[in-house]
């Protein structure tokens, strides 16, 4: 990972200075930065700014920027898990990847080291309770209460953009949740194809109109 600087130290009087408060600090501080930007656009001494600690400090207790991006990934993942447990979001799923939310930050974090090429090992991009919503997922009967009813298109149009801009990013990210990732990749493009298509068939007929 590379770095671009930003001058200005900030006084290490007036902010953590104990070992476990810089690390604290800097970890927390370096998740935030890296679910705002690429890994390869965040220095070091943006991250010691961020936090309010000095960037002596945090070369000390850190190390390199893959030591601190590697703390904020296991930070970040772990937020995530007290939010699932705390919020029981299994029972809101899509709601809890808002992007101001501990889950929606952790993915926004992962896919943005994927842009720039960072590597993570499957046990890292695993999202939080990932076997247990899938456990759920495949004996929990979901009643149909609104048979008669279709989907607003463009709805859909945004559930499959962004099904397939997801995959496009971050493939290994989406897969490894559900043990796909070991998979023959035609066969699992081929059904996600066609998961697209029934999917598109529960769009409302007519025409749609700009709100």
């Known amino acids: ?21 810089v690390i604290e600090a800097t970890t927390r501080a370096a998740a935030d930065l890296f679910a705002e930007h690429n890994p ?5 001494r943006e991250i ?6 000095s960037h002596a400090l945090v070369h000390r207790y850190m190390g390199t920027k893959e030591d601190i991006f590697a703390a904020a990934l296991d930070m970040a993942r772990k937020d995530a898990a007290d939010y699932w447990v705390s919020e029981h979001g299994m029972s809101k799923t899509a709601g809890t990847f808002d992007s101001d939310l501990p889950p929606g930050r952790y993915v926004r974090l992962v896919m943005r ?43 859909i149009f945004t559930a499959i953009t962004a099904m397939a ?3 496009a990013v971050a493939e290994k ?6 043990g796909l990732e070991s998979e023959d990749p035609e066969h699992v493009y081929s059904e996600l194809n ?12 007519g025409p749609t109109t700009g709100s």
């Open 40 to 44: 390869s656009q965040v220095s070091i």
């Open 173 to 178: 990210l989406f897969l490894v949740q559900s």
């Open 113 to 155: 080291a994927a842009l720039d090429g960072v590597k993570i090992s499957p046990e890292d991009l695993k999202l939080p309770h990932a076997d247990r919503m899938l456990a759920m997922l495949a004996t929990t009967p979901f009643p149909v209460d609104d048979a008669e009813k279709g989907f607003d298109v463009r709805l």
């Open 1 to 21: 990972m590379s770095e671009r600087t930003t001058g200005g130290e900030t006084d290490p009087a007036l902010h953590p200075a104990g070992r476990s408060e």
């Open 194 to 205: 066609r998961l697209i298509r029934r999917i598109v068939s529960l769009a409302e007929p």
């Open 165 to 167: 801009a997801g995959m």
């Open 48 to 53: 010691a700014a961020r936090a309010g600690v």
